[in-house]
């Protein structure tokens, strides 16, 4: 039976579209609402998403932030904690870093006392 469905069928389409992968994680955009008609609208949609289109290459905006964060630094929120005598951490706003400082005691070093 399927050698007798062929291109001219009613019901099937042939399409051509363009879609784009992460140069540093392979993240891509084979999902159905990231497949663009044409290299144009996929640049102006993508990077009004928050990836980074060079002509050598396209990073996600996860890699565009750890990009940026490794030639600026870290752009970190004030320390905090989420229990008593539990971690202390601080996040990175611009990527997903995270950064803690484990206690070991119940009484608060000098250390500790910076962080805060």
Same mark, same amino acid.
């Given at each position: 039976?399927?050698?007798?469905?062929?291109?001219?069928?009613? /019901?099937?389409?042939?399409? /051509?579209?363009? !879609? $784009?992968?992460?140069?540093?994680?392979? #993240?891509?955009? #084979?999902?159905?609402?990231?497949?663009?008609?044409?290299? !144009?609208?996929? $640049? &102006?949609?993508?990077?009004?998403? =928050?990836? *980074?289109? %060079?002509?050598? #290459?396209?990073?996600?905006?996860?890699? *565009? &932030?750890?990009? *940026?964060?490794?030639? #600026? =630094? @870290?752009?970190?929120?004030?320390?905090?904690?989420? +229990? /008593?005598?539990?971690?202390?951490?601080? $996040?990175? +706003?611009?990527?997903?870093?995270?950064?803690? @400082?484990?206690? %070991?005691?119940?009484?608060?070093? !000098?250390?500790?006392?910076?962080? +805060?």
């Amino acid at each position: 039976m399927s050698d007798r469905i062929t291109v001219n069928h009613p /019901a099937i389409v042939s399409l /051509a579209c363009y !879609a $784009v992968s992460c140069t540093e994680c392979r #993240e891509g955009t #084979e999902g159905w609402d990231w497949h663009y008609p044409t290299i !144009a609208e996929l $640049v &102006a949609s993508l990077t009004g998403e =928050g990836w *980074t289109l %060079t002509p050598d #290459e396209a990073l996600c905006p996860d890699c *565009t &932030a750890k990009r *940026t964060c490794a030639r #600026e =630094g @870290h752009d970190w929120t004030p320390w905090g904690y989420l +229990q /008593a005598q539990g971690p202390w951490f601080r $996040v990175c +706003q611009r990527c997903p870093t995270i950064d803690y @400082h484990r206690t %070991t005691s119940t009484t608060t070093t !000098a250390a500790e006392s910076s962080i +805060q």
